[in-house]
């Protein structure tokens, strides 16, 4: 309000075209010094009269706060024009007495006043009405921001919750295979499952947070490793990770549930038909694609919520960011993703 008076005020001296005493004292009056009292009007209209009408709503509470100071001000406007400012607030200019043919100074009288004040507060209203509007609404709107950021947060967080507790049956029933016929290879299965889960449990559930890629692909090979010793079919899962992939960050743990899809529903242990995989990307896409030949024997027995999951994710995550062409054929099943990072 201050910068509104001092543009109000800049305005006014550039309109002046007569650079006189009077214009100067002229405007330091009224557009200054009256200006301070219109402004010390607004506050209070903003913070006394404004606040209580918008929470209540209640129409004769308002006017009993707007009126004692609307009338308030005008009289005090009226009370320093006429002991102070006399010749510039309320000099209207002479006229002549017909008879006398003498002189007579007219003034304005206090009606007369107090009806331009009227409308000049009830200007001063509205405007300490519209900012208070504009304040409230910006502050709803971040409110509803900071809530819809928290329901996301909640929901990516359940949704990962889901996929967590996915991919962990189904290591476990890897393991548990291996344990079954005695392999020596549950040690190590073991610890590449403990590491999985570290790497699970230490990522955040915020949903604008992003980890390092080079943590994913990591984190994408101990999952190819545990297949692998589950399976015990190296070349049953082709993966290629380019090398020249820019330091990038994306959304944790949102690749894996193709490869996971891959591997329940996939042929993993022939080399003939093996599972592929393959991650590249620049500066502006990352692309990545999962294929593989179609088994009957191997059906999703948890509900097959994996990709239902990971494509909330993606929607929730990366809106109108990612790309997602699912082909199915009844021997093949393709999924091929590239987001805009």
Not at 45 to 51: D, E, L, S
Not at 145 to 150: F, V
Not at 305 to 329: A, C, F, M, S, W
Request: include cysteine; proline fraction near 4%; aromatic fraction near 14%.
């Amino acid at each position: 309000m201050l910068l509104f008076m001092l543009i109000v005020y800049g305005m006014n001296l550039l309109t002046l075209t007569v650079f006189t005493k009077q214009s100067f004292q002229s405007l330091n009056v009224r557009t200054g010094f009256f200006g301070i009292i219109n402004f010390l009007q607004f506050y209070l209209f903003y913070i006394w009269t404004v606040p209580v009408f918008l929470k209540s709503r209640n129409w004769i509470q308002f006017l009993l706060r707007a009126l004692p100071v609307l009338c308030g001000f005008i009289l005090l406007k009226y009370l320093l024009s006429v002991q102070i400012f006399p010749k510039i607030m309320l000099y209207q200019g002479y006229r002549y007495d017909t008879v006398s043919r003498a002189r007579i100074e007219i003034y304005t009288t206090f009606w007369q006043f107090f009806r331009d004040g009227i409308w000049t507060g009830l200007i001063i209203l509205l405007a300490a009405l519209a900012l208070r509007l504009f304040i409230e609404w910006l502050r709803e709107d971040k409110r509803r921001s900071q809530l819809r950021q928290q329901m996301q947060q909640a929901e990516s967080g359940f949704l990962k919750m889901q996929l967590n507790s996915h991919f962990l049956i189904n290591s476990l029933n890897s393991i548990y295979s291996l344990a079954l016929v005695g392999s020596p290879e549950v040690v190590p299965a073991n610890k590449t499952l403990a590491h999985l889960l570290s790497y699970m449990v230490d990522q955040p559930n915020d949903v604008d947070y992003r980890s390092p890629i080079r943590d994913e692909i990591n984190y994408l090979c101990d999952f190819i490793k545990l297949q692998r010793l589950r399976t015990g079919c190296e070349a049953g899962i082709i993966a290629n990770f380019s090398n020249e992939l820019p330091d990038k960050q994306i959304a944790p743990m949102l690749l894996v549930a193709f490869v996971e899809n891959a591997f329940k529903h996939g042929i993993t242990n022939q080399p003939d038909h093996p599972v592929r995989i393959d991650l590249l990307g620049d500066n502006n896409v990352l692309h990545f694609s999962v294929f593989n030949q179609r088994s009957k024997y191997n059906k999703d027995k948890t509900g097959g919520i994996g990709l239902e999951n990971v494509k909330k994710r993606l929607q929730l995550i990366y809106p109108d960011k990612h790309h997602l062409t699912i082909t199915e054929t009844p021997t093949t099943y393709f999924c091929n993703l590239s987001i805009n990072w």
